[in-house]
Structures are given as structure tokens and as C-alpha cells.
């Protein structure tokens, strides 16, 4: 025969469940997070890489401040192509961060972008 579980720790699992619960529904919140949504663009691919087959990824370390603007964007890591690293760097000047608490911390985050060739460039048609 099972005995009734006591008021107070039953109120405990059913908090500790709820909390557990929520903790795993809610999105990361690491000081470092960015988030890829608008208003944020994608980085333009440059039309003669594109032309030239020229694709990979640049890493990029990204200082922000406290309100989510860059104050710094810096290659980490190249793609092998500067028309590329210049694109992800020139395009993530422009972005807006998860804002940080304003504690004197410094905040780098490491943003990746990838070019890559999905499909051939458009070839002029002459009629």
C-alpha cells in the first residue's frame, strides 16, 4: 500500500518539474548569443567570387556593446578569399546583437558565415 505523498514534498516536485520544464522550453541565453533574425541581412555574395567558384566559410570575432552594436569585427578564421571575408565583415558592421548587460564586461561573440554556390551564376543570354 503506497503512502500519500507529504504536502511539502509534493509542492517541491511539482515546482521542481515546472522548473525543470521551463529550463529546457527556454531558448539559450549565453552572454555570446547573436541571433540571425531580421533585421540582420545576409552577407552579399560577391558576383566575381560567385563567378570564379569561390566558396567557404569565414569565422568572425565580433566586439559588441552593452546595447548590441559592433565596435569591432575582426577574421578569426579566413574562407581563403578576401572578396569573401571583406563581405562577412563589411555585412556584420551593419548588425544588431542581443543586447548585454552594461557591467564594464567586454562581450566577443563568434559569428560564422557561409558562402556557398547552391546554384550556377546566371549566364548572359544574347538573342
Request: net charge positive; glycine share 6%.
Amino acid at each position: 500500500m503506497k503512502t500519500p505523498p507529504r504536502p511539502f514534498a509534493h509542492a517541491l516536485m511539482v515546482g521542481a518539474t515546472a522548473a525543470l520544464l521551463t529550463a529546457c522550453a527556454a531558448p539559450p541565453s549565453t552572454p555570446g548569443e547573436w541571433s540571425p533574425q531580421p533585421p540582420n541581412p545576409n552577407a552579399p555574395y560577391p558576383a566575381e567570387s560567385r563567378m570564379n567558384g569561390e566558396q567557404g566559410m569565414v569565422l568572425l570575432r565580433v566586439r559588441t556593446t552593452p546595447d548590441g552594436l559592433p565596435a569591432s569585427v575582426e577574421v578569426k578564421e579566413s574562407s581563403g578569399h578576401a572578396r569573401l571575408d571583406r563581405s562577412a565583415v563589411e555585412t556584420v558592421r551593419t548588425w544588431r546583437f542581443k543586447p548585454t548587460p552594461d557591467d564594464g564586461t567586454v562581450v566577443w561573440r563568434e559569428v560564422p558565415i557561409r558562402f556557398f554556390i547552391t546554384s550556377p551564376p546566371q549566364q548572359p543570354t544574347f538573342n
